[in-house]
């Protein structure tokens, strides 16, 4: 099948790669750029393992064509620590022990930052909608839930 | 047509790990160069926190700091004899077993720094931050890193430990039919409340109150993580999970996990974990098998919170709002 370039930055990173047509930009990321955070989980959109953020938004990787990224920024989760320091939502989901398996994590922190990037003082209620669409298996969303709140308040502590 | 409020109550009296042809774990601890030491094992870690709790095990053991100990699990062909991880048996069977090879392990260390220090090994002790040294005599040390290079180039040794822990299998006896099928059992109890809606047959769960008894929790953040989570599947188990959501046929049947149904974070019940520590004899450090048993009792608490509700018994899982519904039906049957 004929190849098809497309350039966009990952994490910061500038990207170019002959992608063949109809590919995912899950599969792209994990197998042609070796950036393996997006998990692919259910690969029809149903459980969020793969959110990575694009534009600003949160988007699912698997129902994204690597071909309609062109020009675009996109985030994962392995972009976020910096030099070395976790990320305040990764620092939280350790401190509340938010991951057992660990399977859902990278797509439940993207889903936070894209809520913490729009609305930096969530309610419980923005946190549970905004994770909606992200299964876990393990923890029974609580400590999740409880990670997030924590990481925002974190946030808005540095920002005072 | 109401909404009715419901509590239910159960216990679980739950065994660590089980009785088929004897339940045996093994494990080996042996020193790299540098004083680490690797314990190799063919258990798993399914996320729960197989490999932490390991280290810790053996790090209290042989008296130096977690950090200081490396997990490795990678393969059933090459590493000593597991079981397995199910039946809510690793950190009790896999923790005696490397309870007994780090103590072998512990004690050619001391010998390999009795030899450095020309004292008896007897008169040593761990200070548990990297150091042995001669008791009552802190002065007279050597780090484990020391040691270690000592007994590696100097003395030939390997200090290392092999682990086995095994429980034998328990027959009934013939006339009787009493067996011991566990050495040791933990304990939990769950108050469940409900809302159930006569119209809808929708329940919601409104809270759950669960009390765990464990033996020693090891590690008390990991294991209030596994209750929390287990709760939550308890009340999955309870209402939602099926394999077969368009019953009645099977040929209906959900083809993945988009037709598999669980509770969602917007679905959660206020949750109540409670930890009894009740340290097992025969436990690692007194440590129970909590496991499996973290997601049971929610099950026939709600199930006794339903019928608290409405008067119905329903004793097929899960219990769906259809299952309520024909219930309720037979029951206003019978009371014409």
Redesign the interface.
């Known amino acids: 099948m004929a190849k098809v370039p497309v350039q966009f930055t990952l994490n910061g990173e500038e990207k170019a790669e002959f992608v063949e047509s109809g590919a995912t930009l899950l599969k792209v990321l994990r197998h042609k750029l070796g950036d393996t955070s997006p998990k692919g989980g ?1 690969h ?1 959109g ?2 969020g393992a793969c959110s990575v953020i694009i534009d600003g938004e949160l988007k699912l990787s698997c129902l994204t064509l690597a071909e309609t990224c062109e020009g675009a920024a996109v985030e994962t989760t392995a972009g976020l620590a910096a030099d070395g320091v976790m990320h305040p939502l990764q620092r939280a989901f350790v401190d509340e ?1 938010a ?4 399977f859902c994590t990278p797509g439940m922190i993207m889903a936070a930052k894209a809520l913490l990037d729009q609305t930096p003082n969530p309610t419980r209620e923005d ?3 905004a ?2 669409g992200n ?1 876990c ?9 409880r990670a997030v709140l924590t990481a925002a308040r974190a946030n808005s502590q540095n920002a005072a | 047509m109401a909404i009715w409020r419901g509590t239910g109550v159960a216990a679980v009296n739950y065994p660590t790990g089980m009785n088929l042809g004897g339940d045996p774990s093994q494990a080996l601890v042996h020193s790299t160069p540098t004083g680490n030491f690797m314990v190799t094992l063919s258990s798993v870690d399914l996320g729960q926190g197989l490999k932490q709790v390991m280290a810790q095990i053996c790090a209290e053991t042989i008296g130096v700091p977690t950090e200081q100990v490396i997990i490795d699990t990678a393969d059933t062909d090459t590493g000593p004899h597991c079981m397995g991880t199910f039946a809510s048996r690793g950190t009790h069977r896999i923790g005696n077993a490397v309870i007994q090879a780090a103590k072998e392990a512990r004690q050619v260390m001391l010998e390999v720094a009795a030899e450095a220090l020309e004292v008896d090994a007897a008169d040593l002790d761990t200070d548990g931050t990297g150091n042995i040294h001669v008791k009552g005599a802190p002065q007279k040390a050597i780090s484990i890193f020391d040691t270690a290079l000592t007994a590696h180039f100097k003395l030939g040794r390997s200090i290392s430990g092999r682990g086995m822990f095994l429980v034998p299998r328990s027959f009934p006896e013939t006339e009787t039919g009493a067996m011991k099928p566990s050495t040791c059992y933990a304990h939990a109890c769950t108050v469940a409340e409900v809302d159930v809606d006569d119209e809808t047959g929708e329940v919601t769960v409104i809270s759950v109150k669960n009390v765990f008894e464990i033996g020693r929790a090891l590690n008390p953040r990991m294991v209030e993580q596994q209750l929390v989570g287990g709760s939550w599947m308890g009340i999955s188990h309870a209402l939602y999970e099926t394999t077969e959501p368009y019953y009645p046929n099977r040929e209906h049947g959900g083809t993945d996990f988009n037709e598999y149904l669980m509770p969602g974070p917007g679905d959660l019940a206020e949750t109540e974990i409670i930890v009894l520590e009740r340290p097992a004899a025969d436990g690692p450090y007194g440590a129970k098998g909590p496991g499996e048993m973290c997601a049971n009792p929610q099950i026939p608490a709600v199930a006794n919170a339903i019928f608290d509700a409405v008067g119905v018994r329903v004793d097929t899982l899960p219990i769906t709002p259809e299952r309520i519904l024909r219930a309720l039906k037979e029951q206003r049957a019978g009371a014409v």
């Not at chain 1, 991951?99 to 660990?102: T, V």
């Not at chain 1, 298996?137 to 839930?145: L, N």
């Open positions: 259910c029809q149903a459980c022990f991951a057992q398996c660990g946190v549970v909608e994770i909606s299964i298996r393990c923890t029974g969303y609580e400590p999740i839930i």
